[in-house]
Structures are given as C-alpha cells and as structure tokens.
C-alpha cells in the first residue's frame, strides 16, 4: 500500500498559523462557485440579507465581522453540506483540492456521518460495561485505530475495484 501523508493535529503548529484558527471562508466560496450559487441566491436560500452576506464572505478576512453560529449553520444548510462536513474539509490535515474532488464526495460523506454517530455510540457501549471507571481507554490507541480504519477502507476498495475489472472483462468477452 502506499504511503499516506501523516495528518497534524490541533495542537501542531503547522496545522494553524500563528494560532489562529482555520477560514471556512474559503470552502463556503468555493462550495458556492461549484454549485454556481451567487450571493443573493444564498441570502434567498439562508434568510441573511445580501449586504450582510456580502461581508461575511468578504475575500479580506480583515473585512470581515464576526459570523454567528446561526448564520454558519445556515449558510452550511443552504449549501447541502453538514457543520460535520466542513470541520473535516477545514479542519483536518486533507488537501483543499481533495475536499472538492467528486472522487472523493461520498468519502467525506461517509466520514460526516461516521464522526457524527460514533461518539455516542462509543459512549453507549462503555457505559453497559458494568464496572468501567474511565481508565481503561488509551488515548495512544487513536493512531492504530485510524490505520486499522485506513487499512479496511482500502481493502474495500480495492475488492471493488476487481469486482469492476472482472465484470469489465467478461462482458467484453461477451461471456
């Protein structure tokens, strides 16, 4: 298998420049330009008036006022793209091309929807373990759980990806 770009972490210092945190100002101008979505159709969509979207999404991040959390999620509804799925595309190590790469679209997708759910779910399954008092979880497992993960998607994929050449092969074989 090839070798992957080892992610930073929130505490690295090349993951935030100078401490400050990560634009998703960026993405949403993106997200708006590949969907072919202007300004007042946002404003329309969002219930934020065009002027105050128009310096929210100011290109300056100087510019810029504060956005409230209402007015993000909104702007986030509005481009079918979950709060989860804009922390993955903003805040993780993933290169900006990838995150608007529809190779990858259901990828991400699927990682919204797996950080989204797994927590709670983790959290369910220690507490029916009678007996638990917190110290049995091991923060060092996160890197072998992240390869184990890396490594089972990849195996998936691959297997698909024979199955495709396979069935490319016997219908050109007219089998």
Same mark, same amino acid.
């Given at each position: 298998?090839?070798?992957?770009?080892?992610?930073?972490?929130?505490?690295?210092?090349?993951?935030?420049?100078?401490?400050?945190?990560?634009?998703?100002?960026?993405?949403?101008?993106?997200?708006? &330009?590949?969907?072919?979505?202007?300004?007042?159709?946002?404003?329309?969509?969002?219930?934020?008036?065009?002027?105050?979207?128009?310096?929210?999404?100011?290109?300056?991040?100087?510019?810029?006022?504060?956005?409230?959390?209402?007015?993000?999620?909104?702007?986030?509804?509005?481009?079918?793209?979950?709060?989860?799925? &804009?922390?993955?595309?903003?805040?993780?190590? @993933?290169?900006?091309?990838?995150?608007?790469?529809?190779?990858?679209?259901?990828?991400?997708?699927?990682?919204?929807?797996?950080?989204?759910?797994?927590?709670?779910?983790?959290?369910?399954?220690?507490?029916? @373990?009678?007996?638990?008092?917190?110290?049995?979880?091991?923060?060092?497992?996160?890197?072998?759980?992240?390869?184990?993960?890396?490594?089972?998607?990849?195996?998936?994929?691959?297997?698909?990806?024979?199955?495709?050449?396979?069935?490319?092969?016997?219908?050109?074989?007219?089998?």
């Amino acid at each position: 298998m090839q070798s992957l770009p080892i992610p930073r972490g929130p505490g690295d210092p090349e993951n935030h420049a100078d401490g400050e945190p990560h634009d998703y100002i960026p993405l949403i101008q993106r997200t708006m &330009a590949e969907k072919g979505l202007h300004i007042r159709e946002l404003a329309a969509k969002t219930g934020i008036s065009k002027s105050r979207l128009g310096l929210l999404l100011h290109r300056n991040p100087a510019k810029r006022p504060s956005i409230s959390l209402v007015e993000f999620r909104r702007i986030l509804t509005a481009l079918d793209m979950s709060l989860m799925q &804009a922390i993955i595309s903003v805040e993780t190590a @993933i290169d900006e091309a990838a995150v608007h790469d529809e190779r990858f679209a259901t990828l991400l997708s699927m990682l919204s929807e797996l950080f989204s759910g797994l927590p709670a779910m983790l959290v369910q399954a220690l507490d029916e @373990i009678d007996g638990i008092d917190g110290t049995e979880i091991r923060q060092e497992w996160a890197v072998p759980l992240k390869e184990a993960m890396v490594e089972k998607l990849v195996k998936e994929v691959m297997n698909i990806m024979a199955r495709r050449a396979v069935i490319s092969e016997t219908s050109r074989l007219g089998l």
